[in-house]
């Protein structure tokens, strides 16, 4: 089975500080993603990765950035964070091609931002 | 915009009820398909999903969708619902021009009641 893993479960920070978000996947998935996850909005694509040191902005990338430094890992870096950064972020994976499938998610940080 | 529609935010259903979801899109050209779960507590799994071939596609757990290009629908079914089927259900599509990217709907709550 394919296995995402994000190292945090539930973090709360505050205003300014920096905050990093780990994500690891143990099935040699070129793709990787973060999302992050609100009530009423859904999944908010944040920045994406097809490849080592290759990333691409989502639909949101505004306050954040990312890091792949190798294939199995994605990180997302809040580099202030801010009150509406207060959420649930998701971590994800897939094999590269257009038909390749499914999008694997781990388990969600839960990031809460005082 | 180009988007992915869920009608129903919250639904209420009772053991043995019939249950249909609908998701609606906008984006041209071919598209994948799915539909995700998100269990109380738990990450987001794949329900079922949609590359080609027979439009009515049967998933995990009993549910079922179709897709009718015509209407750009992919609507989630399941005859008998379960006190266990209590969960969000998620609609995603993945145009296939876009490569990798993944589009989600807002969301439906479904509560089953005993």
Redesign the interface.
Known sequence: DVK?TQSSRYLVKRTGEKVFLECVQDMDHE?M?W?RQDP??????IY?S?DVKMKEKGDIPEGYSVSREKKERFSLILESASTNQTSMY?C?S?L????T???F????SRLTVL | AQS?S?HN?HVILSEAASLELGCNYSYGGTV?L?W?VQYPG?????LL?Y?SGDPLVKGIKGFEAEFIKSKFSFNLRKPSVQWSDTAEY?C?V?P?RT????Y????TSLTVIP
Do not use: C, D, I, P
């Open positions: 995402v793709n993603f999302y009423g909005l859904g999944l908010r694509l994406f097809y998701l994800a897939s590269h091609g257009a038909s499938g499914e999008l998610f781990g388990e969600g | 992915v869920q935010h994948n799915f995700y738990q990450h987001l799994q794949l999903k590359f998620f995603a993945n296939t490569g990798n990217q993944f989600f709907g807002t969301g």
